[in-house]
Nanobody, 125 residues
Framework: QVKLVESGGGLVQAGGSLRLSCVAS????????MGWFRQAPGKEREFVVV???????YYTDSVKGRFTISRDNAKDTVYLQMNSLKPDDTAVYYC???????????????????WGQGTQVTVSS
């Protein structure tokens, strides 16, 4: 079992930055692929980025060049640095852990084994 706890959300003006953190506890964190998803009101949960245990990453097009995922295995923590935020980035952001995903399945929420409770990010125009 892995427990994930996100933090770092908040209200920011367009063009601003936030850094989200997700602390994991339980099983070996370093062996999991870690992803970030987001869900805006009335919309489905949307893939944002994933980082595999080896360090490879994949970003959805809308955040490329603005968001950066990183992980500190010594601290069992994954981060999402979000720069140049836009109102369209407003959503609840979730981190997720997957024991086994591929490039074909990485965007599917159902393929992730564990989820955090989410943290709200609101970007004002």
């Amino acid at each position: 079992q892995v427990k994930l706890v996100e933090s770092g959300g908040g209200l920011v003006q367009a063009g601003g930055s936030l850094r989200l953190s997700c602390v994991a506890s339980g099983r070996t964190f370093s062996s999991y692929a870690m992803g970030w998803f987001r869900q805006a009101p009335g919309k489905e949960r949307e893939f944002v980025v994933v980082m595999w245990s080896g360090g490879s990453t994949y970003y959805t097009d809308s955040v490329k060049g603005r968001f950066t995922i990183s992980r500190d295995n010594a601290k069992d923590t994954v981060y999402l640095q979000m720069n140049s935020l836009k109102p369209d980035d407003t959503a609840v952001y979730y981190c997720a852990a997957a024991g086994r995903i591929t490039i074909l399945t990485m965007t599917r929420p159902g393929k992730y084994d564990y989820w955090g409770q989410g943290t709200q990010v609101t970007v004002s125009s």
